[in-house]
């Protein structure tokens, strides 16, 4: 997790909503690290754990990587946790919760739906108060 907490400052500066991620393999290797690019990329879909499920999935030459963890630092949107389990990604472990635009245990609950292929374990509130506070100070740094 302080891969992601790193790449989720980094993303701070450079003006992106500090979300980071890491994608390890299952022999402990790190695949990819990176942060939200929306911004810089102008590209709705470039958060930080789609931009990482892309990495691998490019390295690997397989849309379905089953045998990776993600890290990210906050938790995951609708549209990540679909392409976490289109990706089959085995286990999601996740920092701050997001009550108003998560899509794990928040908003849609996205791998407890029926029409969900693939649910990964699921573990959250992963230095979840050191990933709340580099959110919550980017954007109170943006008020001021």
Not at 3 to 21: D, F, N, S, Y
Not at 35 to 52: K, L, Y
Request: with cysteine; hydrophobic share 40%; net charge neutral.
């Amino acid at each position: 997790m302080e891969i992601a907490l790193a790449e989720a400052r980094k993303a701070a500066a450079r003006g992106e909503v500090p979300v980071g991620a890491v994608a390890v393999a299952g022999d402990g290797t790190v695949m990819a690290a990176d942060g939200n690019r929306t911004r810089e990329w102008r590209d709705p879909t470039a958060h930080a754990e789609i931009v990482v499920i892309r990495a691998v999935c490019a390295a690997r030459g397989s849309e379905r990587i089953g045998d990776v963890d993600l890290y990210v630092t906050l938790e995951p949107c609708p549209m990540c946790a679909g392409a976490i389990s289109f990706a089959r990604i085995r286990r999601l472990y996740y920092g701050a919760d997001d009550p108003k635009g998560g899509g794990v245990e928040h908003g849609p609950r996205v791998f407890h739906q029926p029409t969900c292929h693939h649910r990964p374990e699921i573990y959250g509130g992963l230095a979840a108060s050191e990933a709340a506070d580099v959110l919550r100070r980017f954007f109170a740094d943006r008020r001021d």
